[in-house]
């Protein structure tokens, strides 16, 4: 989903648009409403002022209650984004970045205290897990963030520290962008004049789906453990 700044209007609402769709995913909130959700990237860039206009219930543009309601997800990075995430009114933060340690955000060692926060204050937290991180096909400056695969441990270890909060969600990046290299779409050894594409060698170009699904399965379990 796009989300645009509130200094200009879209000329055709994703809601009026798509809302009614089978697909256009909802989630239920905690007063039991059936809204769409959206993670908005780089959220920090509008101050919470501006955000706090649409998004708290008394705020003078407020969309709260309205056919253009919604469970809006702020990114979080660094810490005291955590403060202007709940004053400008969204719904819960989550970490998006699959390099472990590359923000506050997106360190794991950090989730605990953020869960907590995120509990205190009524909102959600969403870490974001991913199955490894390279980008320096297009930013040949960072390789000190790639974060190396090792045949799924990686993701498996983001994953475990992401169900060790606790969390009711838990976001994935990504599926398919392979330029930053965090796909877990099924992947087979490909090289172009300009490219050299990573597969899953030695295990099969379906690892990460399989993994992505044992996973879910657990996750469900763990929830159901958690609710008793």
């Not at 005291?80 to 340690?101: E, K, P, R, V, W």
């Not at 506050?104 to 490894?132: E, R, T, Y």
């Not at 330029?179 to 050894?189: L, S």
């Amino acid at each position: 989903m796009t989300w645009y700044p509130p200094s200009w209007t879209p000329p055709i609402s994703t809601t009026s648009r798509y809302g009614s769709h089978g697909a256009f995913y909802r989630y239920k909130n905690s007063m039991g409403k059936s809204l769409p959700l959206f993670y908005i990237y780089d959220s920090y860039l509008t101050s919470p002022e501006a955000w706090a206009h649409l998004l708290t219930p008394n705020g003078p543009h407020s969309i709260r209650n309205t056919l253009y309601d919604g469970v809006f997800i702020a990114l979080l990075v660094e810490e005291g984004h955590t403060h202007d995430i709940l004053a400008a009114g969204f719904d819960g933060m989550y970490t998006y970045f699959a390099s472990n340690g590359f923000s506050f955000g997106s360190s794991h060692q950090n989730w605990k205290a953020v869960k907590n926060f995120c509990d205190a204050n009524n909102l959600m937290f969403i870490p974001s897990v991913g199955p490894g991180y390279i980008d320096t096909s297009i930013r040949p400056w960072n390789n000190h963030n790639t974060r190396n695969r090792v045949n799924g441990k990686y993701y498996e270890t983001a994953l475990q520290a992401a169900l060790t909060v606790r969390p009711e969600i838990v976001s994935i990046t990504s599926f398919n962008e392979w330029h930053e290299g965090t796909q877990i779409e099924k992947a087979i050894p490909k090289k172009t004049p300009t490219r050299l594409y990573l597969d899953y060698l030695p295990h099969q170009p379906s690892l990460y789906l399989e993994l992505t699904r044992r996973w879910a399965e657990h996750f469900i379990k763990e929830k159901e453990q958690w609710l008793m």
